[in-house]
């Protein structure tokens, strides 16, 4: 009953930035925790950003004081803003959202589809 819908990746020159917009919809009654994770050319997923309920975020140490996650709570719209590109940076982009979708009901995972961020240099 939750959809997530990554978009707003593209090509951007090294140095440049780019923001994704992860939009969930269907029946959702509180977002609980949140992140990033990506996926480059014959590698396997890695994390890259989350944040808790509670507010904290956390990043990986390749992207900590370039990256930074927000949630806009009115829509439900969690963000990826991506500074200082690195072509390292090139990879498909995954929203993740563990969510409820009724009040006391059961935390579930849901994935995006993917967005892709390509780096040149």
């Known amino acids: 009953q939750v959809r997530l819908v990554e978009s707003g990746g593209g090509l951007v020159q090294t140095g440049g930035s780019l923001r994704l917009f992860c939009a969930a919809s269907g029946s959702i009654f509180s977002i609980n925790n949140m992140a990033w994770y990506r996926q480059a050319p014959g590698q396997q997923r890695e994390w890259v950003a989350s944040?808790?309920?509670?507010?904290?975020?956390n990043y990986a140490d390749s992207v900590k004081g370039r990256f930074a996650i927000a949630l806009e709570n009115a829509n439900n719209t969690i963000y990826l803003q991506m500074n200082s590109l690195k072509s390292e940076d090139t990879a498909v982009y995954y929203c993740y959202v563990q969510a409820r979708t009724s009040p006391g009901g059961r935390r579930h995972d849901y994935w995006g589809q993917g967005t892709q961020v390509t780096v040149s240099s």
């Open positions: 944040r808790t309920s509670g507010g904290a975020s």
